[in-house]
Nanobody, 122 residues
Framework: QVQLVESGGGLVQAGGSLRLSCAAS????????MGWFRQAPGKEREFVAV????????LYADSVKGRFTISRDNAKNTVYLQMNSLEPEDTAVYYC???????????????WGQGTQVTVSS
């Protein structure tokens, strides 16, 4: 039983940066893998990044590799997504999710946040 709340979204020009945060409730946060997904209007939800409970395993979508960095602070019950060199194609609602496996498959995640809007202008 975990509740997730995203923040940090907004409007930014192409080439700029944003850092998203996802605050989680519950003392079991430290044992969950945490993932970021995004969904643009009219498109399917897609995987962005995931970090294992220990932080030892990280996966990124090819479209964001080298530009985005996922991290977590278990003491603060928070996961972050640092987004650099943003492009208009990154425009979407970004969701954080918690699950028992560090996977790109959204079906493995049990808890989802409400989403935060990221808009990148050209």
């Amino acid at each position: 039983q975990v509740q997730l709340v995203e923040s940090g979204g907004g409007l930014v020009q192409a080439g700029g940066s944003l850092r998203l945060s996802c605050a989680a409730s519950g003392r079991t946060f430290g044992r969950y893998a945490m993932g970021w997904f995004r969904q643009a209007p009219g498109k399917e939800r897609e995987f962005v990044a995931v970090i294992s409970w220990s932080g030892g395993s990280l996966l990124y979508a090819d479209s964001v590799k080298g530009r985005f960095t996922i991290s977590r602070d278990n003491a603060k019950n928070t996961v972050y997504l640092q987004m650099n060199s943003l492009e208009p194609e990154d425009t979407a609602v970004y969701y954080c999710a918690a699950g028992w496996r560090a996977t790109t498959d959204a079906s493995w995640y049990d808890h989802w946040g409400q989403g935060t809007q990221v808009t990148v202008s050209s």
